[in-house]
């Protein structure tokens, strides 16, 4: 990918890398000045769209498609997932006022990957009452830049494609 393409997702400053060249399957979300283990898919894949790759895919088209949704409906609140786990998952709640600005909050809750359909993930994460903010962890801006850099992680993760 080049470089000035992954330059301009840090600036807003939301993005997901590979973990590196000794564990490229493994992602890390920046945000702000926080990172994060990223995992986008359930270790046991509870919705398959033709393996592990397209599932990682499926679920960045997902986050790209509500984010565009606050954008036409003039804003609210998404949940997104980003860390599954056995017993409790990391979520981003993006509020917008208005459809133009957005605040990205990461946080915890004790949700684990089997306790939600992923197919509806974002109605029901907006109902998540236990989520936990993580200190730190967040960023305000334009919602169309938060969205781009969400587009340009998801083609970093599409670059990754023999994982």
Request: glycine share 10%; charged share 25%.
């Amino acid at each position: 990918m080049d470089e000035a393409y992954l330059t301009t997702a840090r600036q807003i400053g939301l993005s997901i890398e590979a973990g590196g060249r000794s564990e490229p399957a493994r992602f890390v979300l920046l945000l702000g000045t926080s990172r994060h283990e990223c995992v986008l898919q359930p270790d046991e894949v509870v919705f398959d769209v033709g393996g592990r790759h397209r599932t990682r895919m499926y679920m960045l088209d997902r986050w790209i498609a509500h984010l565009h949704r606050l954008s036409t409906t003039g804003g609210g609140a998404v949940m997104l997932p980003y860390h599954f786990a056995d017993q409790c998952s990391a979520w981003l709640r993006v509020t917008s006022p208005d459809g133009v600005s957005a605040e990205v909050q990461a946080g915890w809750s004790d949700l684990s990957e089997f306790g939600f359909d992923p197919e509806t993930f974002v109605g029901e994460g907006m109902f998540i009452e236990d989520f936990r903010p993580i200190p730190d962890a967040r960023i305000s801006g334009p919602l169309d830049d938060i969205i781009r850099a969400v587009a340009i992680s998801r083609d970093q993760v599409a670059e990754l494609h023999d994982l």
